[in-house]
């Protein structure tokens, strides 16, 4: 459960594709994706150096989803080892965008890409602001005051 | 969504079977069932007239799970049709105990049994109990003072 | 659990919200909408004259999700009845369009839209095409031979 | 997502809490339990040296669920680190059973116990046996013919 950050841009966090995370297809079921993309975000924050659960809970900030998006290239199976790859897309201290791959760990193959849009708020769901001390995470420069 | 109660203390509720609960044996995932007896939950408080919902917000006091169980008889697949059936089993003012059955709509064939039991608490998880008004919907006597 | 067409293009199906879908932020976790539209899906599908289970199991044509995307519009609260609103938005032989909308049953307040799109395959995932006794339900006209 | 056995019998196995295991008590929804005995399960597998997928599809051997149970201990909150201990507890050549605890990672606080029975069925899920070259890793003895 290591991440590290390549390409100057993606954090990668391998994943173990869990038999609940199938369908009777026999591959992966398609919103499990998001999930998957949620494990990146964690591990992103984390490889940044904070925890987004002490952003929710210290801050009372949270990033609330307002977009996902996911294309499917091939399927993923139980008893496969993938790697998920999240990069910070753009940021304001409003709204943060991350882009996703999912990779085959072995094959190296790309089963898919996506993308989220996350609106920062307060405990309420009011638009908020990143807080200061969390701008640096995002490469957003100081505030001036 | 409506449900009615049977023999004096089941309460039913249809539910369809959804894709994203089947996994690569082409049948429900077990840790789903579990779901659907929260379902069975909560259609039985609104047969007995309240809502889970407004007993954790208007009264603050939650129903944290402390034991499930489940038995598995048959197989349950995508495009059935199932009905699950919730009986409370025992209830005092700080510990509630429910008993269910999956049961195939039009075969009627019994797919599961299973049994959970719940701690009356409040927000921070520490033990408390029922609230007095809501006595009545487990058969509970009114206290005296 | 019966569902209609409206405006001679949605059909629509309720579902009630599961206490398994919200998280800890006291709404419905991002990835549940996608299993939403899956359950809208389904009720098209029926809405339209036939069972997507049969499709799969005795056409051996499976509609593999290549995109999916969702805008989140309000959260979705545990206790609340939502209504899943499902279109075709495009169809070939070969590629199947939907949208949704999902809007919450009594404020009749719109919570989220999406859309996916949807391969024809084999059950070796290959490219194929619907079945012909199929291509009606799509509004696609009868091959010619 | 290295695991390895402990006191010659329980299999460890980290796992992080996902937000998408939590649910509007802020604490892991109790299915979710079931889920990460499965993760321990196919750990238990690998650790024994053999694959699970692999036994399904090579074999054609599956090991479906009868019978599942979980006392909840402590809730267990996103952002904290889990591990999964999987123990063989009874094994016949037609029914395994497991037990397994789950155990704060960094508190060694006791979260919750379970156990899982598993019948050994053919793909058709009729009764069968485990493969002869299987049974070792369930410490049974050599088949006499």
Redesign the interface.
């Known amino acids: 459960?290591r991440e590290k950050t390549t390409h100057a841009e993606f954090v990668e966090i391998?994943v173990?594709v869990?038999?609940?995370e199938?369908?009777?297809?026999?591959?992966v079921?398609?919103?499990?994706y998001?999930?998957w993309f949620?494990?990146g975000r964690?591990a992103w924050c984390r490889a940044k150096g904070f925890?987004?659960?002490?952003m929710e809970s210290r801050e009372e900030r949270?990033m609330?989803?307002?977009?996902?998006?996911?294309?499917?290239k091939a399927?993923a199976?139980?008893?496969e080892?993938i790697i998920v790859r999240t990069a910070l897309a753009k940021a304001t201290d409003r709204v943060i965008r991350y882009r996703y791959e999912v990779v085959g760990k072995d094959s190296g193959q790309l089963l898919a890409t996506g993308e989220?849009a996350h609106v920062v708020t307060d405990p309420e769901?009011r638009p908020a602001r990143l807080p200061d001390s969390y701008r640096r995470y995002f490469s957003l420069p100081p505030r001036r005051h």
Chains 1, 2, 3, 4 share one sequence.
């Open positions: 459960m391998p173990s869990r038999y609940a199938t369908d009777r297809m026999g591959i079921y398609y919103a499990n998001l999930v949620e494990v964690v925890q987004y659960a002490e949270l609330v989803v307002a977009e996902a998006g996911c294309r499917y399927p199976h139980f008893g080892d989220t769901f």
